[in-house]
């Protein structure tokens, strides 16, 4: 069934939403990204990222059209500081294809959906009450669109309660996975200050429960993701420092759980992400991430050498922008990542399948805000971007090569390298 009616319902709520209430005590936000792109050969833009991988490099190397639109509103507050807000976000993507491109949510790739709609309660002494479904406390790398630690999804809990030394965070977020129910307790300890920067500690668990005492096997019924972020200030900046270890059903370390882990699914990443803004000519952001995990979303030994449930990931990158105006600025992109199975396959080695990514690209922008230049938007960028790839790559499957000799249908046929250029846009608000 499409979708279009709903989403045009959608629109017109928030339309009555907007003329029912004070212009001035609507909070709108939002986030979008579009564009035009093209491969070298002539054919439609591709992104280059490996399969399997979390992520990719973001620059020059977006193939979609994203959307969300927030909508916020203090619905009562009083000289006491009590305060009840309420907040609201959906989002769409399109896969940038022509002018009419219908939500249907079908295998077109566009599709339409709730991200937030959540109550806030705010309790002067005690902290911030909150229920509903959101974005909770997510932590990413921008460069690469990494969400390494994001428990978001339908909740509630209670926020910054102050203990002092630090502030105190506990949550109860709840999904569903056909007759499971999933509950994903959150507890965080956040803003410890320390002789350099501040610290974030964090537990988060994944337990289980079925209806009429179904059967798990040997699911592991708690399972645990541990979560520590030293943050430090720096040349304009941060830095963030993130270690994390995770088993049984939260092995995948995500919003995506796999229920069916025992508790010898398990594995740790390490993330540094740096931004700096050490002058008004030039800015750079640099992330390392590795990774090992051992069953990610199956048990079976079948499965130990797919790089998809058992494997070693890493990613080096860094973008260095120079302002060279105050409306204006070249960025140059590069980045690195592999991935390898942790045990190899029937007559096959565990060598990695690797990537690597530069792009070039001329930014237009409104001049650099408190913030620093790194994260000025909106920006329209124009840019050429250049790949590689190794023979492991490609028989994993990049741009459907697995069949090489003789894949016709891919963008770059047999080759391990490839260009795109294009033009896109990137706002936030």
Known sequence: ????????????????????????????????????????????????????????????????????????????????????SYHTMVA??????????SLKGDSSGNDIAVRQAYVTATLPG????????????????????????????????????????????????QTHQGGAQEWRPDIRLYSIGLPLGSL?????????????GADTG????????????????????????????ANGSATPMSQYVSLGNTTDSSGFRVVEDLVINPSEQFSLGAVVEYADQKGRYSNDPANDSATWNSRKEMGIGARGIFHFSKIASVAVEAGYESIAPKTAPA????????LIKVTPALILHPPAGPGGAYFTRP???FFLTYATWNDVAKAAGMFGQSGCPGTEGSPFKCDTNGITVGLQGEVWF
Not at 200 to 212: A, I, Q, R, S
């Open 1 to 84: 069934m499409s979708k279009a009616p709903y989403a045009i319902a959608g629109i017109a709520l928030a339309a009555i939403v907007l003329a029912a209430s004070p212009a001035e005590a609507i909070d709108f936000h939002g986030y979008g990204r579009s564009g035009v792109g093209s491969t070298i050969a002539g054919g439609p833009q591709v992104c280059f990222g490996l399969p399997n991988m979390p992520y990719k490099y973001r620059l020059g190397n977006e193939c979609e059209t994203y959307f969300e639109l927030e909508l916020a509103d203090t619905v009562y507050k009083d000289q006491s500081g009590i305060n009840f």
């Open 92 to 101: 769409y993507v399109t896969t940038q294809d022509g002018d009419w491109e």
């Open 126 to 173: 005690v902290g911030n009450l909150w229920a509903g479904k959101r974005y909770y406390m997510r932590q990413d790398v921008h460069m690469i669109d990494f969400f390494y630690w994001d428990v978001s999804g339908p909740g509630a809990g209670i926020e910054e309660i102050d203990l002092g030394f630090g502030k105190l965070a506990v949550a109860m977020m």
């Open 200 to 212: 974030t500690l964090g537990w988060d668990g994944v337990y289980m429960t079925v209806p009429n």
């Open 218 to 245: 040997d699911a592991a019924t708690l399972s645990h993701w541990l979560n520590a972020q030293w943050s430090v200030p720096m040349l304009g900046g941060r830095n963030n420092f993130t270690l994390q270890w």
């Open 347 to 354: 007559g096959g080695n565990t060598d990695a399948a690797t």
């Open 379 to 381: 920006e329209l960028r």
